[in-house]
């Protein structure tokens, strides 16, 4: 069973608008959640992440994700996108339901168009 | 200084041949993983080390095997290449498995 699900394949968006990106996971009973952005033929990065604490959570190019344990979401967001934000997003996690092993979602593709 | 890099970049190789794919973390990581990126950008797992043991294990090949000299390296060896195999190969490392990871700049295999 897939711990992590991108609702999203691709999302087109203009710029200055704003955007999220979905990310849904299998319950568990403790969770890590993270958002990692791949930039054309780079490695992946790390946005954001969750652990503990603030549900709200801030992370590098002013994007933020909010952790919902009641609908087992973790949605990126980011309220105005720029050309440079295009590349492919993936959600991450970690629990006690995937045998402390990370998997990430099938990642989706922001294009933001001028 | 790079975190964690890769080599080579890119790799053009005959069916059937062997390689290897190097990768070295200067972060003072104790966990390093092999993942394989296909053309649609889907991310699956390979391998990952803590302490020069193997901890993670997915189903892949057995053509396929992880060689870690030292913490520091964590090198992937190909044997009997296919044309399946053409993907990009990201090596990461974190300090801990439920800690961020951080990524290498990818090599990408191609299998002609």
């Known amino acids: 069973a897939q711990s992590v699900t991108q609702l999203d394949s691709q999302v087109p968006v203009f710029e200055e608008a704003p955007v999220e990106l979905r990310c849904n996971y299998s319950?568990?009973?403790?969770?890590?959640l993270f958002w990692y952005v791949q930039y054309p033929n780079q490695g992946l990065q790390l946005l954001l992440k969750y652990l503990s604490g603030s549900t709200l959570v801030k992370g590098i190019n002013g994007f933020e994700a909010e952790f919902n344990k009641s609908q087992t979401s973790f949605h990126l967001r980011k309220p105005s996108v720029h050309i440079s934000d295009t590349a492919e997003y993936f959600c991450?996690?970690?629990?006690?339901?995937?045998?402390?092993?990370?998997?990430f979602g099938t990642g989706t593709s922001l294009t933001v168009i001028p | 200084d790079t975190a964690v890099s890769q080599t080579p970049k890119y790799l053009v190789t005959q069916m059937g041949n062997d390689k290897s794919i190097k990768c070295e973390q200067n972060l003072g990581h104790d966990t390093m993983y092999w993942y394989k990126q296909d053309s649609k950008k889907f991310l699956k797992i390979m391998f990952s080390y803590n302490n020069k043991e193997l901890i993670i294990n997915e189903t892949v090949p057995n053509r396929f095997s992880p060689k870690s000299p030292d913490k520091a390296h964590l090198n992937l060896h190909i044997n009997s290449l296919e044309l399946g195999d053409s993907a990009v190969y990201f090596c990461a490392s974190s300090q801990d498995i439920r800690d961020e990871q951080f990524f290498g700049p990818g090599t990408r295999l191609t299998v002609l």
């Open positions: 991450a996690v970690i629990g006690s339901n995937t045998g402390n092993q990370f998997y």
């Open positions: 319950s568990s009973v403790s969770v890590y």
